[in-house]
DNA sequence: TATGAATGAGGCTTCATTCAT
DNA sequence: TATGAATGAAGCCTCATTCAT
């Protein structure tokens, strides 16, 4: 769907995004992804050396999807409201067309008492951390600077942060693909939560 | 915390939805609960017929905190921004106090394709699905209400019912207690998110 | 239906009699019985102290029946075919009117290659032992008499008792009442089995 | 010893029923099972999806091994009285040869009002209930003619064929091999046996 | 006598992982 | 590359039994 020519690792790495998605990450087994597939266990070991490898490689792919999209507006010069119109816009369409991978990341916002996992692990674990952070900076600049300028409304701006990328994350709860005009709505969604998140840091829309 | 001698049950209850949240539901074992209050697997099996039947006691449990919470406002006469506000400012309060309850329930915005369950199990979750939806309908009474009123802005109402939900429920994402005036902190949380909340949908704050 | 009062020992009795039939010895816990009298475990553990001091009981009744029935029969002097045939008739009889006793007691044919018994337990299991070949030598008597005698085919002894009795314990594993005549259907069936338990023995019966 | 180079499967087979055979199939654990091959769980997890499976798996065998064996007589044409002693002769002998598989299936007589059977396991005690007809009705068939030809004597016929089954399976109860002699044993005891089936159903022995 | 709470041992089952092919 | 067999650890659950009331 991503890739035009999907690769076997990339074939495995969304039949895990859909596994996990659906059954959760814990309770999905390599043998249901590997099934559903219509492959055997094996073959998924080949590409990715355990069940957590090939988790966190789903959640480095979901930042990666948005990192990569947003991209575009990084240089932009703007003012804060338009800058973030933008990126909430950019950010929700995304989300929307990779929901997968980004439901897979929202399960996983418990703070990773790992029962146990190996150095490897960790290190891909602080690797994805690194770069959502990267990601959230992105926001928080923006934010920071319109509370500052007096375009965004002067409340607490970590507790506006989070809320606003809350709510450009939630389709990942409640999105399901309309019958037809599925691009249409999408755009539609994303205009929405655009206009959400603008006017509830303050902005008037209209 | 809510019951001022907790009886067994209660413990049992209180201490799963710990571990829920801080592991998982489907990672935290029954070990780790009995372990956590210093009982035995079998005095929870005493009591709770199954994990499953806990992890749904427990998500029952945070339904009907929100639901008692919102009980005093359910008669309320207001206009819909003013009562949604006070719905609002309750529920974040209310979530807060109960965090765990409400971490373990968010993990469960998966459609539960779950790989087996029984049928009483299925019973039970229809009845909590059936308590949550009852408790939605009084958010949404009042944002159509809004909308139709001219109050709200004129959105797709489904996406601003769940956006505003999803927003109120944020703190469970990122919610940390301060050290100190913690139920002053509880309540500027609230007002912040009430009043993003209101914003979102158009409202002009003060 | 055996006591025209039941005690109370004698209803668990019964009860313990019908779970451990229809559910196997093994797989009946004691919560199965007890929930079929409305009791809870409790009672049963004031009139027995174990589960395989309830299961010994049974199967103990189970020859106490057999052992009864066949009481007024012991002292008799006839032919050995006559006196087999009435004893035949009378064991059919008792063992149907009594059959979930006798369902369970055929469970244990299989060596009680026990997997952990106390000290008690097993004089118990002497002891049932103990009469149930009391009762098998009622008809090793007479059976090896009327071998010894010419009235019965020369055949191994050993083999033609325990085939005999084997017979007439058959309802066991295929006997179910009728809707009416139940008694008159008892007859005909015990009639029917001692005739072929004489006729397996080389009697021309008619 | 029914395979000259028995298989993963069938070597564990031949340990399953043997563990049920002496331990009961509900009292034999899996470990149980392993151990006396000296394998693993897992390795019997992997052949046999379920205790239950296995258990029917050695049904089933021990209905195939009787099933197999009366194959050569089924096109016979004979008197009733002389196919049904071929039938019985071959049958005993069977049983004898593979007793542990018989022994297991003789303990299954109680209605399997089981706890709890999974969709797929109902699914092979029906296969298992239907070959076990199908056999029984090979000795229905004789049996019913010889009693309307007048050859057998004209009692009941369902407890005719179910006391002449009943006998020939009898040795399960009581057979223990000699020290020396085994074969011949096996025959005298088939013979014996066949012998009398017949003369319980009234054929004159010579 | 009887109950309800609690224990602890043991059994079934799942599953990530390894390995020989 | 990929498969199928096998392992071993861990989790869920049952149940005989004990005990305080």
């Not at 991978?101 to 290190?123: D, G, I």
């Not at 929405?192 to 829309?205: C, F, K, N």
Request: net charge positive; with cysteine.
């Amino acid at each position: 769907m991503q890739e035009t020519i999907p690769s076997s690792k990339t074939q495995i790495l969304d039949a895990a995004a859909n596994c996990f998605m659906n059954l959760g990450s814990d309770v999905a087994s390599i043998d249901d992804i590997a099934r559903s597939i219509g492959a055997t266990k094996g073959r998924i070991y080949h590409h990715y050396p355990s069940k957590g490898s090939l988790l966190s490689a789903v959640r480095m792919r979901a930042v990666a999807f948005t990192l990569d999209a947003l991209a575009t507006t990084v240089g932009v010069h703007k003012a804060p409201a338009d800058k973030l119109r933008l990126m909430a816009y950019t950010h929700v369409l995304t989300v929307i067309k990779t929901l997968p991978y980004h439901k897979v990341v929202l399960q996983h916002y418990r703070e990773n008492v790992a029962k146990s996992t190996t150095e490897y692990e960790r290190k891909l674990i602080a690797e994805i951390e690194d770069r959502r952070r990267t990601y959230e900076n992105l926001f928080r600049e923006v934010i920071d600077q319109g509370i500052k300028n007096g375009a965004f409304a002067d409340r607490d701006s970590s507790v506006s942060l989070h809320s606003v990328l809350i709510l450009l994350n939630s389709p990942v709860f409640w999105y399901t693909p309309p019958k037809t005009g599925v691009e249409q709505n999408r755009q539609a969604i994303a205009n929405q939560l655009a206009d959400m998140a603008l006017a509830s840091l303050g902005v008037e829309t209209i």
